[in-house]
Nanobody, 122 residues
Framework: QVQLVESGGGLVQAGGSLRLSCVAS???????????MAWYRQAPGQQRELVAT???????NYADSVKGRFTISRDNVKNTVYLQMNSLKPEDTAVYYC?????????????WGQGTQVTVSS
């Protein structure tokens, strides 16, 4: 079945780094390759927000709050998306999810993965 599995989260001190991974399974390599992928996050009591996107051609875009600190990348051979997070701040604490880009939400992956918890201590 089609699913997304995120990993790599954890507890880190402010200023530290983490690298998140997301594997898309049950979907063809071509379908993964041609679609924009994205990372989202949801902090307690808040709505899920878009963090970063990467197009099929490798063009990236970031939320202002993470620009210059986070880097999104993809490996189309492995059907995997990554999020390198540097200079982490306590306000980055959230559950992080990957999925298709905002326009294609629900069209490629029928449900969200379990996410991976990132906790940044001050």
């Amino acid at each position: 079945q089609v699913q997304l599995v995120e990993s790599g989260g954890g507890l880190v001190q402010a200023g530290g780094s983490l690298r998140l991974s997301c594997v898309a399974s049950g979907v063809s390599g071509m379908l993964f390759r041609i679609n924009t992928m994205a990372w989202y996050r949801q902090a307690p009591g808040q709505q899920r927000e878009l963090v970063a996107t990467i197009t099929s051609g490798g063009n990236t875009n970031y939320a202002d709050s993470v620009k210059g600190r986070f880097t999104i990348s993809r490996d189309n051979v492995k059907n995997t998306v990554y999020l390198q997070m540097n200079s982490l701040k306590p306000e980055d604490t959230a559950v992080y999810y990957c999925n298709a880009g905002p326009i294609a939400i629900g069209q490629i992956f029928p449900s969200w993965g379990q996410g991976t918890q990132v906790t940044v201590s001050s």
